[in-house]
């Protein structure tokens, strides 16, 4: 390619929502226009644009380069790209960690979470000023990605720009990390500047006359020409030239990925493809007792290939053993739709219709030309089909308890091995606190352990594990002794992987915070005198606004005694509405209404205490004993720790 080149490493779609103000189209298309060669997308904390950007790219013939950007909870941004189809699974299940952990339409990720999915990972990091905390942050950038660690220099269009620029780039020279050029693109050309400052007021909550200084101040964070960007960073040529080399390392594509179908279901020592064909043939002997017809042979010869060839095997071999099932308890069930043109799914049982009496196009359900993952459809008869699908949720458990039946599990390696069910299962297990009981293995202790389990055993050790009838390490390490979790954390990471507890109620811990502001328990409330003055607090779990009320909002709250009901009406919806819709722990100032045994706090005034149980992660004892006013190393920060998850309440909003 003739003249200077330039790849754009940090453009921000309208999936950054209320932050980019252009699709991946628009995008695209303008890159194209520019004669940039390559494109990456990198939207907070997300990758939801990839797959319009990569139907972009096809139709411009831009390179897509996948990243995303990382909005840690110090405040730092982080851009990633990842090299490969590892180390994209790796980026998928970082932001899988941190969306689970913060809840509906937020990502709560720290340094911390960063090493254990770096691997293949290249990672720029977003500067403002080349101050101390940029330096740590860069020192700690470095340490997390061997893949290769990079200080972005960007245009803010502000007065010392180019100082700041010279500065950073001191700053990447001292701490051995190279600089890269990237222009920030929050839209694709100079007019949809207006748009982009809408976006921000609606983000921001204010008008365009409020927005003063947050908004963009200079319309320049739009796509530009490779010969514009040498102009503007003609300093540092060493900079632009690496974003062509990490473009160049970035080759991983959407293309290379497909489903992956599970194989739990084959036989041992055979193939998925082996145990579907012995699987076949056995099934065609039952349907045809008197032999099986040479138009029917010839017929699954040629489908068994087809599925050979396309590797449906594990597919197939899944519906046929929830089949099996449902057929083992007497329960219903038909298969239907273009599944019904494979002899296959006829001598497994799956569907009814004989390909000896009808004419069936297989390619009519599955086409080498398509290369369209199948699809079974199967009916299960109404009042039954839950045992089947409980059965589907919990093959692994069933697998474990058989496994169980001969002797008690050792360890955690032992159970793995012994029932045969994979890692993954393990984690949901350690993650519900499963392990305590039997094995007296904390929350933290099993998962620890489990991260210690392989794919699959060395053949060497499971030969002598078989021969000895015990469990042969392959490795003696010393017995980690982790710090234990505080109680309320314990409580946290119930409600984030259970959604509830069997230890103390959250509020519990914050009682002796709530009582000196004279809230009741909701116990209290339910057994106060109609017209009594209150103060209630609680987890929201209901938010109902029936049409037939008029406008009425009825809220359920929960503490450690009970639950207790607000009637909250229009005047004071409107006046809290941003309490009302986003708490997740409410405090309510108002009035007792009885009549009979049906009690409600009719709500004059809300609290927002989500900030209150928040801190609830970092908490030990119930009730500690109490200290001094100033006692500042009892009493803790007054800001929740970060690096400790909050309380995530799953609330349930009818309308």
Same mark, same amino acid.
């Given at each position: 390619?003739?003249?200077?080149?330039?790849?754009?490493?940090?453009?921000?779609?309208?999936?950054?929502?209320?932050?980019?103000?252009?699709?991946?189209?628009?995008?695209?298309?303008?890159?194209?226009?520019?004669?940039?060669?390559?494109?990456?997308?990198?939207?907070?904390?997300?990758?939801?644009?990839?797959?319009?950007?990569?139907?972009?790219?096809?139709?411009?013939?831009?390179?897509?380069?996948?990243?995303?950007?990382?909005?840690?909870?110090?405040?730092?941004?982080?851009?990633?790209?990842?090299?490969?189809?590892?180390?994209?699974?790796?980026?998928?299940?970082?932001?899988?960690?941190?969306?689970?952990?913060?809840?509906?339409?937020?990502?709560?990720?720290?340094?911390?979470?960063?090493?254990?999915?770096?691997?293949?990972?290249?990672?720029?990091?977003?500067?403002?000023?080349?101050?101390?905390?940029?330096?740590?942050?860069?020192?700690?950038?470095?340490?997390?990605?061997?893949?290769?660690?990079?200080?972005?220099?960007?245009?803010?269009?502000?007065?010392?720009?180019?100082?700041?620029?010279?500065?950073?780039?001191?700053?990447?020279?001292?701490?051995?990390?190279?600089?890269?050029?990237?222009?920030?693109?929050?839209?694709?050309?100079?007019?949809?500047?207006?748009?982009?400052?809408?976006?921000?007021?609606?983000?921001?909550?204010?008008?365009?006359?409020?927005?003063?200084?947050?908004?963009?101040?200079?319309?320049?964070?739009?796509?530009?020409?490779?010969?514009?960007?040498?102009?503007?960073?003609?300093?540092?040529?060493?900079?632009?030239?690496?974003?062509?080399?990490?473009?160049?390392?970035?080759?991983?594509?959407?293309?290379?990925?497909?489903?992956?179908?599970?194989?739990?279901?084959?036989?041992?020592?055979?193939?998925?493809?082996?145990?579907?064909?012995?699987?076949?043939?056995?099934?065609?002997?039952?349907?045809?007792?008197?032999?099986?017809?040479?138009?029917?042979?010839?017929?699954?010869?040629?489908?068994?290939?087809?599925?050979?060839?396309?590797?449906?095997?594990?597919?197939?071999?899944? #519906?046929?053993?929830?089949? +099996?099932?449902?057929? *083992?308890? %007497?329960? @219903?069930?038909?298969?239907? =739709?273009?599944? $019904?043109? /494979?002899?296959?799914?006829?001598?497994?049982?799956?569907?009814?219709?004989?390909?000896?009496?009808?004419?069936?196009?297989?390619?009519?359900?599955?086409?080498?030309?398509?290369?369209?993952?199948?699809?079974?459809?199967?009916?299960?008869?109404?009042?039954?089909?839950?045992?089947?699908?409980?059965?589907?949720?919990?093959?692994?458990?069933?697998?474990?308890? #058989?496994?169980?039946?001969? +002797?008690?599990?050792? *360890?955690? %390696?032992? @159970?793995?091995?012994?029932? =045969?069910?994979? $890692?993954? /299962?393990?984690?949901?297990?350690?993650?519900?606190?499963?392990?305590?009981?039997?094995?007296?293995?904390?929350?933290?202790?099993?998962?620890?352990?489990?991260?210690?389990?392989?794919?699959?055993?060395?053949?060497?050790?499971?030969?002598?594990?078989?021969?000895?009838?015990?469990?042969?390490?392959?490795?003696?390490?010393?017995?980690?002794?982790?710090?234990?979790?505080?109680?309320?954390?314990?409580?946290?990471?119930?409600?984030?992987?259970?959604?509830?507890?069997?230890?103390?109620?959250?509020?519990?811990?914050?009682?002796?915070?709530?009582?000196?502001?004279?809230?009741?328990?909701?116990?209290?409330?339910?057994?106060?005198?109609?017209?009594?003055?209150?103060?209630?607090?609680?987890?929201?779990?209901?938010?109902?606004?029936?049409?037939?009320?008029?406008?009425?909002?009825?809220?359920?709250?929960?503490?450690?005694?009970?639950?207790?009901?607000?009637?909250?009406?229009?005047?004071?919806?409107?006046?809290?509405?941003?309490?009302?819709?986003?708490?997740?722990?409410?405090?309510?100032?108002?009035?007792?209404?009885?009549?009979?045994?049906?009690?409600?706090?009719?709500?004059?005034?809300?609290?927002?205490?989500?900030?209150?149980?928040?801190?609830?992660?970092?908490?030990?004892?119930?009730?500690?004993?109490?200290?001094?006013?100033?006692?500042?190393?009892?009493?803790?920060?007054?800001?929740?720790?970060?690096?400790?998850?909050?309380?995530?309440?799953?609330?349930?909003?009818?309308?």
């Amino acid at each position: 390619m003739n003249g200077p080149r330039y790849v754009e490493l940090q453009a921000t779609s309208h999936f950054s929502f209320l932050r980019g103000a252009s699709s991946c189209e628009d995008l695209f298309d303008r890159a194209a226009n520019c004669g940039i060669e390559a494109l990456a997308i990198v939207d907070r904390n997300s990758v939801a644009g990839i797959v319009r950007a990569h139907e972009a790219a096809k139709l411009t013939g831009v390179r897509l380069i996948v990243g995303c950007r990382l909005d840690l909870v110090d405040g730092s941004g982080v851009l990633v790209y990842p090299t490969d189809r590892p180390a994209y699974s790796r980026l998928c299940r970082l932001l899988s960690l941190g969306k689970r952990r913060a809840g509906k339409a937020r990502c709560s990720l720290d340094w911390l979470d960063l090493p254990d999915f770096a691997e293949g990972l290249i990672a720029v990091l977003v500067p403002d000023r080349a101050d101390e905390a940029c330096a740590q942050r860069l020192r700690r950038l470095k340490a997390t990605f061997p893949a290769g660690a990079y200080l972005a220099l960007s245009l803010r269009r502000r007065p010392g720009d180019a100082l700041r620029l010279h500065d950073l780039s001191n700053l990447a020279a001292q701490a051995g990390v190279q600089t890269v050029v990237t222009n920030d693109v929050l839209f694709h050309h100079p007019e949809r500047r207006l748009l982009q400052d809408v976006v921000t007021c609606v983000r921001n909550g204010c008008t365009i006359d409020e927005l003063g200084f947050r908004r963009e101040r200079h319309a320049d964070r739009h796509l530009k020409a490779a010969e514009e960007m040498h102009r503007l960073f003609a300093k540092y040529p060493e900079a632009l030239a690496r974003t062509l080399e990490i473009a160049d390392r970035c080759r991983f594509s959407l293309e290379e990925l497909k489903y992956q179908y599970p194989d739990e279901v084959s036989t041992v020592g055979m193939t998925p493809q082996a145990t579907l064909e012995a699987l076949t043939w056995e099934g065609a002997e039952r349907r045809y007792p008197e032999g099986v017809p040479d138009k029917v042979k010839a017929i699954l010869r040629h489908e068994l290939g087809l599925i050979q060839t396309l590797e449906y095997a594990p597919y197939f071999l899944t #519906v046929n053993s929830i089949v +099996r099932f449902a057929r *083992s308890q %007497d329960i @219903l069930c038909q298969g239907r =739709g273009s599944a $019904a043109n /494979s002899a296959v799914c006829y001598v497994l049982g799956i569907t009814s219709i004989d390909p000896e009496r009808n004419d069936l196009l297989f390619e009519r359900f599955v086409s080498e030309e398509r290369r369209e993952p199948p699809d079974i459809d199967v009916d299960f008869e109404h009042e039954r089909r839950e045992i089947v699908m409980q059965w589907v949720a919990n093959t692994d458990a069933a697998a474990i308890v #058989v496994a169980r039946a001969d +002797r008690p599990f050792a *360890s955690v %390696d032992d @159970l793995w091995r012994r029932a =045969g069910v994979p $890692a993954a /299962s393990l984690v949901k297990i350690a993650e519900a606190d499963g392990f305590r009981p039997a094995m007296d293995l904390a929350r933290r202790e099993a998962l620890w352990a489990i991260k210690a389990l392989r794919d699959e055993p060395l053949p060497l050790f499971a030969a002598a594990s078989a021969r000895e009838q015990q469990i042969v390490p392959e490795i003696d390490e010393p017995k980690v002794v982790l710090k234990p979790m505080k109680a309320g954390r314990e409580v946290v990471e119930d409600y984030g992987h259970v959604g509830l507890t069997l230890r103390e109620h959250p509020v519990t811990f914050l009682r002796q915070d709530l009582a000196p502001e004279k809230f009741i328990t909701c116990a209290a409330a339910s057994a106060g005198r109609d017209m009594q003055s209150c103060k209630v607090a609680g987890l929201v779990l209901v938010r109902q606004k029936p049409g037939s009320a008029k406008n009425v909002t009825f809220i359920t709250l929960e503490d450690e005694t009970g639950v207790a009901n607000l009637v909250v009406w229009e005047q004071i919806y409107e006046k809290h509405r941003r309490i009302v819709l986003t708490s997740s722990m409410l405090g309510v100032v108002g009035r007792i209404q009885r009549e009979g045994d049906v009690v409600h706090v009719v709500a004059y005034k809300l609290i927002d205490l989500s900030a209150e149980l928040a801190s609830v992660g970092g908490r030990d004892d119930p009730f500690p004993l109490p200290h001094g006013r100033g006692d500042e190393f009892h009493r803790g920060p007054s800001a929740p720790d970060p690096r400790v998850p909050a309380l995530v309440q799953k609330t349930r909003n009818f309308h």
